[in-house]
Each structure stands twice: as C-alpha cells, then as structure tokens.
C-alpha cells in the first residue's frame, strides 16, 4: 500500500513484559516521528529520525523506551518492562523531509493500541 | 513551554450550520499552523496549511484564519455534514522541528 503502515494494530501484554511497535513509512520519506496518544488528547511528540539516526529523543518518557531504524526505512519502538501507565495508542508518522521548514505534512499510520494489564 | 491549545468541550451543531474551532497558540510565534482530522481508531488526517502571512485560506467547504495578534487559528466548516463528525487537531512545528499538536476539538453534527 502507499501510506504508512503500523504493526500490531492491537498488543495486549502484561505488566514487566517487553513489546515491540513495527513502523512502515511512506517509501522515500526520510523523516518518521512516534507519537503517544492518550484518550481525550492530542499526539504527543516521543522522537523522531531524519534517515537512519535520531534528529531529536527528548520526548520519550524514561529509559524504557528505545526505537531504532536502521536501514532509514523501517523503525520500531521497544518498551522495555511495560508499566500500566504505557497504555495508550502509539501514532507512527513520515514526512518527505524533516519539519525544519515548518511546512511538512506528516501522514500518519492508523497507530497500535498498547494495553499492559 | 510552547504550547497549542484546543477547546476541549465537544462541539454540537445542527446538519447545514458553520462550524468553527479555536486554535491558540503560547510562547512562540509559528510561521505555519496545519489542521489534522482524526476518527475514531484511525491516525490523523492533514487537512490544511496556514502560513502566518495568509490571514485566511480556503479548501472546498473548510475555511481557516490566522491572527498573529491574537495568537489564535479559527477554523472553519461551512454547510456542515454528518461525515464531518471527527475530532480536529491544530498543529505546528516549534523551533526544535517538532510537530506540536493541542488535545483536540471533537465536532459532531445532528443531522
């Protein structure tokens, strides 16, 4: 397909366990950000790559929380021993170039809802 | 810190009403302001984008404004539908190119 695609749609785990979030951008876009989404809220920023490195990490919570891309394509995001407080849905994004100009329009995958129960 | 607030209270208007959303902005001066639509289990949708030198700017039915001295995005949806119920994000990048987005206006239109 041509937009960005998130895998699972759906991962319920329990609380300790290790998840991983799949993220497939849009082919040639070289910017891709992650966002959390809580109920009622609007997408809030964790990090996001120009290529293959991480232009800017400062949204993400705590060190449980890592996402890489390693081949400039592909990222996934991995939380390390969930907490309850980690449900939310997780918002995946790509954008042609990165947003210093201001004028970027992101497309947004359709998210993974992350239950830790 | 900068911020991009929403009206939080849902929005209620009749089938065929204007409906208009609020957008402010605090503690920087955006050069762009864009306009997301989300439904329900989906990811947001880009709608439209708003340069801080174009007062106002114009998509089929959708209107949005841009008031550097108020600090403020008016947008608007003429003629509105039942398919126009959606929650509606305001945005933009700060200086650090980090999209920004405030919590969002949910709209539902009665028919």
């Known amino acids: 397909g041509a937009g960005v695609s998130q895998t699972p749609s759906n991962k319920v785990t329990e609380k300790g366990k290790y998840v991983e979030l799949r993220c497939d951008p849009i082919?040639?876009?070289?910017?891709l950000y992650w966002y959390r989404q809580s109920l009622g809220q609007g997408p809030e920023f964790l990090i996001y790559f120009q290529g293959t490195g991480a232009a800017d990490d400062s949204g993400l919570p705590n060190d449980r929380f890592f996402a890489v891309r390693p081949e400039g394509s592909v990222s996934t995001l991995k939380i390390q021993r969930t907490e309850r407080g980690d449900s939310a849905v997780y918002l995946c994004?790509?954008?042609?170039?990165?947003?210093?100009?201001?004028?970027?329009?992101?497309?947004f995958g359709p998210g993974t809802r992350l239950l830790v129960l | 810190s900068q911020k991009i607030e929403q009206n939080s209270e849902a929005l209620n208007i009749q089938e065929g009403k204007t409906a208009t959303l609020t957008c402010n902005y605090t503690?920087?001066?955006?050069?762009?302001l864009q306009w997301y639509r989300q439904d329900p289990g989906r990811g947001p949708v880009f709608l439209l984008l708003i340069r801080e030198n174009e007062k106002e700017k114009r998509k089929e039915r959708l209107k949005v404004t841009f008031d550097t001295t108020l600090k403020q995005s008016l947008f608007h949806i003429t003629a509105s539908q039942p398919a126009d119920s959606a929650t509606y994000l305001c945005a933009s990048y700060n200086q650090g190119g980090k999209l920004i987005f405030g919590q969002g206006t949910e709209l539902s239109v009665k028919p």
């Open positions: 994004a790509s954008s042609l170039r990165a947003g210093d100009s201001g004028q970027e329009t992101q497309y």
């Open positions: 503690n920087y001066s955006p050069a762009y």
């Open positions: 082919s040639g876009h070289t910017a």
